[in-house]
């Protein structure tokens, strides 16, 4: 079993940055791909950015490239989502899952485990 927990959530101003942190507890995790999603008010879930554990490679949907960088303390079950030049269309409630498969992808529905989400309000 994985469970995920999101942290980092709040209300910023528009242009500030914000860091979220997704930490991963479970086990056969050596290979999993661990992805940040979004969900705005009124809007379906969307991808914004994945990491192997495998490799640390990383890949990112064209519209998050440039403000949005997904990261990974070391060799840690911990991986954040830095957010700069927020906008109040960031304003959503923010995700991580895991998917155990060693393949690096955005699919919402191939993400097995899930968080409970963070909300992120960017608001002046």
């Known amino acids: 079993q994985v469970q995920l927990v999101e942290s980092g959530g709040g209300t910023v101003q528009p242009e500030g940055t914000l860091k979220l942190t997704c930490t991963i507890f479970?086990?056969?995790?050596?290979?999993?791909?661990v992805g940040w999603f979004r969900q705005a008010p009124g809007k379906e879930r969307e991808g914004i950015a994945a990491i192997s554990f495998r490799d640390n490679n990383t890949i990112y949907e064209d519209y998050a490239k440039g403000r949005f960088t997904i990261s990974r303390d070391s060799t840690t079950n911990i991986v954040h989502l830095q957010i700069e030049r927020l906008k109040p269309d960031d304003t959503a409630v923010y995700y991580c899952?895991?998917?155990?498969?060693?393949?690096?992808?955005?699919?919402?529905?191939?993400?097995?485990?899930w968080g409970q989400g963070t909300q992120v309000t960017v608001s002046s």
């Open positions: 479970g086990t056969e995790l050596d290979r999993a791909c």
């Open positions: 899952a895991a998917d155990r498969s060693s393949y690096l992808h955005t699919v919402e529905i191939w993400y097995e485990y």
